[in-house]
């Protein structure tokens, strides 16, 4: 029996990629994005040529009732309640704290915090009323352990994520809903790559595997995290990175 996946922001990038693995894997998947449509209508387009299951909705996920609107679409469309949820939709504010506006700092929290919560809160209850063991896997981020300089927002929102995969975890555990989290490390994908003309070379330099990683490399322990093989794996951090934060900044 084919079960539902949620995979939020999942029109471009990393999210479109997961869509695809998804699908691969045997899930109908319904996806969330914000912006132009065309991307999801491409990605619709390119599932549904290939026999898979897919459906996409404009939402913004720190927006309550963009995102309740979602859930009853999707579990229409799928009739019966989500079994995977994947909180990948984020966005980045370039600024030192000293230059970051009050809506420069709101705009990320809302959209990358508050949005996982929205849509952990909303598959969640569905969930529970639905009697599903399902699976929620959050994407973080190496800030949710480091620093990233003139990404104050941001690394405040990923470290939140980390603390907040734990409490979920440890709440939704006795409904049998398992809570992970992603942490990638240098992932080349369009928008990383706007942020230096050599961004892959400057990571690839210091990453003990010796490459930047793809969005590819993502795909597997995600569907690792929402599968049986990780029925007895809660509240933990995997760190997808060529090993990129776990060596010390040695002088």
Same mark, same amino acid.
């Given at each position: 029996?084919?079960?539902?996946?949620?995979?939020?922001?999942?029109?471009?990038?990393? #999210?479109?990629?997961? /869509?695809?693995?998804?699908?691969?894997? #045997?899930?109908?998947?319904?996806?969330?994005?914000?912006?132009?449509?065309?991307?999801?209508?491409?990605?619709?387009?390119?599932?549904?040529?290939?026999?898979?299951?897919?459906?996409?909705?404009?939402?913004?996920?720190?927006?309550?009732?963009? %995102?309740?609107?979602?859930?009853?679409?999707?579990?229409?469309?799928?009739?019966?309640?989500?079994?995977?949820?994947?909180?990948?939709?984020? =966005?980045?504010?370039?600024?030192?704290?000293?230059?970051?506006?009050?809506?420069?700092?709101?705009?990320?929290?809302?959209?990358?915090?508050?949005?996982?919560?929205?849509?952990?809160?909303?598959?969640?209850?569905?969930?529970?009323?639905?009697?599903?063991?399902?699976?929620? /896997?959050? =994407?973080?981020?190496?800030?949710?352990?480091?620093?990233?300089?003139?990404? %104050?927002?941001?690394?405040?929102?990923?470290?939140?994520?980390?603390?907040?995969?734990?409490?979920?975890?440890?709440?939704? #555990?006795?409904? +049998?809903?398992?809570?992970?989290?992603?942490?990638?490390?240098? =992932?080349?994908?369009?928008?990383?790559?706007?942020?230096?003309?050599?961004?892959?070379?400057?990571?690839?330099?210091?990453?003990?595997? #010796?490459?930047?990683?793809?969005?590819?490399?993502?795909?597997?322990?995600?569907?690792?995290? %929402?599968?049986?093989?990780?029925?007895?794996?809660?509240?933990?951090?995997?760190?997808?990175?060529? +090993? /990129?934060?776990?060596?010390?900044?040695?002088?």
């Amino acid at each position: 029996m084919a079960k539902l996946a949620v995979i939020t922001g999942g029109s471009i990038g990393i #999210g479109r990629t997961l /869509v695809s693995a998804f699908v691969e894997a #045997g899930y109908a998947v319904a996806f969330t994005y914000v912006g132009d449509d065309a991307p999801a209508k491409a990605l619709a387009t390119e599932v549904e040529g290939a026999g898979g299951k897919v459906f996409g909705l404009a939402c913004d996920a720190g927006k309550l009732s963009d %995102v309740k609107n979602f859930y009853e679409e999707a579990c229409r469309w799928f009739d019966d309640a989500p079994d995977v949820l994947v909180n990948n939709v984020g =966005i980045q504010t370039w600024a030192s704290l000293l230059e970051l506006s009050e809506d420069g700092w709101d705009d990320v929290i809302r959209t990358n915090l508050k949005g996982c919560f929205l849509n952990t809160q909303e598959a969640a209850r569905r969930m529970v009323e639905a009697g599903k063991r399902g699976a929620i /896997v959050n =994407i973080g981020s190496g800030c949710n352990k480091l620093a990233f300089p003139r990404l %104050v927002s941001y690394t405040a929102s990923k470290g939140g994520i980390e603390q907040f995969t734990k409490v979920s975890a440890v709440e939704l #555990g006795p409904h +049998g809903i398992r809570v992970n989290c992603i942490a990638p490390g240098a =992932i080349l994908n369009e928008r990383t790559a706007m942020e230096a003309e050599d961004y892959a070379e400057i990571w690839s330099k210091i990453t003990p595997l #010796g490459r930047v990683g793809t969005a590819e490399d993502l795909s597997g322990p995600t569907l690792f995290l %929402v599968s049986d093989a990780a029925r007895f794996v809660t509240g933990q951090t995997i760190w997808v990175d060529g +090993g /990129v934060f776990s060596q010390a900044n040695w002088p």
